[in-house]
C-alpha cells in the first residue's frame, strides 16, 4: 500500500501530517505536482514532478495508483478514476469518496460549474480549518489501522 498526493492544491498542513505518518509508520508517500516540491529528507517521502497540463499529474496519480493505494485529493473525478482502479481516495477534510457517494459529489461539482457558467456566484469552500486537519488525521489513522489489521 503506498500514498498519493495530489500535491498541487494539497493544504500544507495536510502534506505534514502525512510526512509524520511516512515517517511513523513506514509507508510510502508519493507527491505529485506539476511544480517542484519541497519534502523532508526521508526514505519513505518523494516528490514526483510532472509537466505543466492540465490534469496531467491526475492522469499520473490513475496511471501508477494499485489497488489499496490511499489517495489524496479533493479532485472529484480524480477520486472517481481512482475508485475505478481500486484505490482509496480521501480529501484533506477528511471525506473518504466511495462508490456510494461518488456519483452524487460528481452530479453537485457539474451543478456548480453549471451555475458558474451562467454568472452565479457561488462562493467557495469554507476556508480550511484545524477541524478539517483533524478529521483528516483521524480519518487516515482509522484507514491505516484497518490496513495493518488486514495484513
Known amino acids: 500500500m503506498q500514498i498519493w498526493v495530489d500535491a498541487d492544491a494539497c493544504p500544507n498542513v495536510i502534506k505534514e501530517v502525512l510526512f509524520r505518518v511516512a515517517d511513523r509508520l513506514e509507508v510510502q508517500v508519493t507527491l505529485v505536482a506539476n511544480k517542484l516540491l519541497r519534502t523532508p529528507p526521508s526514505r519513505f517521502i518523494k516528490a514526483l514532478?510532472?509537466?505543466?497540463?492540465?490534469?496531467?499529474?491526475?492522469?499520473?496519480?490513475v496511471r501508477l495508483v494499485q489497488p489499496g493505494d490511499l489517495v489524496i485529493t479533493a479532485d472529484i473525478p480524480l477520486a472517481a478514476d481512482v475508485l475505478e482502479k481500486g484505490g482509496h481516495p480521501?480529501?484533506?477534510?477528511?471525506?473518504?469518496y466511495t462508490k456510494d457517494n461518488i456519483q452524487q459529489h460528481l452530479t453537485m461539482r457539474s451543478f456548480m460549474d453549471d451555475l458558474?457558467?451562467?454568472?452565479?456566484?457561488?462562493g467557495g469552500p469554507a476556508a480550511f480549518?484545524?477541524?478539517?486537519?483533524?478529521?483528516?488525521a483521524n480519518q487516515l489513522d482509522r484507514y491505516l489501522a484497518r490496513q495493518r489489521s488486514q495484513g
Not at 497540463?53 to 491526475?58: E, K, L, N, T, Y
Not at 480521501?90 to 473518504?96: I, K, M, S
Not at 480549518?129 to 483528516?136: A, I, K, L, P, V
Open 49 to 61: 514532478q510532472v509537466p505543466a497540463g492540465f490534469d496531467v499529474a491526475d492522469n499520473e496519480i
Open 90 to 96: 480521501l480529501n484533506p477534510r477528511g471525506e473518504f
Open 116 to 122: 458558474r457558467s451562467s454568472g452565479v456566484d457561488t
Open 129 to 136: 480549518s484545524q477541524g478539517d486537519t483533524r478529521n483528516f
